[in-house]
């Protein structure tokens, strides 16, 4: 199982590399979303404004660069897949990429928000974490929601639609969470979200393992 997981994941990297106009669409996509609130609003003070602002991009950004992981297979690939590996392995790997790509693009995305617009967080390395487990939420909802779609005719307005409602919880912690860092209000006061943001993300991985493979039988 670990070397398949291992193995579709390099696959899904080497065809990133492979499409690296992709590539550089989104990167493209994030410094030119960054720059027109910059343009909007230059400088934000208020702390709540800028976390909420960052997250709203964040989720553009997941939407955007993740919800393709499934929808860019076409019928003939899928098959091919479906002959040589496990869909649990399948899922996961999609999952790993997916946190991996979001991961690089949420840094990229914070460097050039905290140059262009200023960066409040007084607790950056909780801030990390919070992105960190906060990428990792979107790129399973995403993942698996892109799963979906791809059995009714690659419908991309589908992922937003179904994702958007189990997004909910993992974006309202996340926010509280991120915001508890800006505020450095300590782990004592933070470690609640954190636990809570890392078990919405277990739960949604757990799913995603489990209900995948009915899935993929269709």
């Keep these: 199982m670990l070397d398949a997981i291992i193995t579709l994941t390099r696959k899904e990297f080497r065809l ?3 499409q ?3 590539l550089g669409g989104m990167l493209l996509y994030v410094i030119s ?6 343009l909007s609003m230059r400088r934000i003070v208020d702390q709540p404004t800028w976390n909420a602002l960052f997250w709203i991009v964040q989720v553009f950004i997941a ?3 993740i919800a393709k992981s499934f929808l860019q297979e076409n019928r003939g690939r899928m098959l091919y897949y479906y002959t040589i590996a496990d869909p649990r392995a399948m ?7 997916g946190l991996v790509l979001m991961t690089t693009l949420s840094i990229i995305h914070l460097g050039v928000y905290s140059i262009l617009v200023g ?8 801030f990390l974490v919070a992105v960190l487990l906060g990428s990792l939420g979107l790129a399973s909802v995403i993942t698996m929601v892109s799963a979906i779609a791809s059995k009714a005719s690659n419908n991309v307005g589908l992922v937003s639609i179904l994702g958007f409602p189990v997004l909910i919880p993992i974006l309202m912690t996340t926010i509280r969470f991120s915001k508890s860092a800006m505020d450095g209000l300590g782990w004592f006061v933070a470690g609640k979200f954190a636990l ?6 277990l739960l949604v991985s757990a799913l995603a393992y489990l209900l995948f493979p009915y ?4």
């Design 16 to 18: 990133e590399w492979r």
């Design 20 to 22: 690296r106009s992709v």
């Design 33 to 38: 979303t960054v720059f027109i609130c910059y």
């Design 63 to 65: 939407v955007n660069g």
């Design 91 to 97: 899922i996961l790997s999609k999952i790993m990429y």
């Design 119 to 126: 960066n409040p967080v007084q607790d950056f390395p909780m």
């Design 196 to 201: 809570l943001l890392i078990g919405l993300n």
């Design 215 to 218: 899935l993929w039988k269709d």
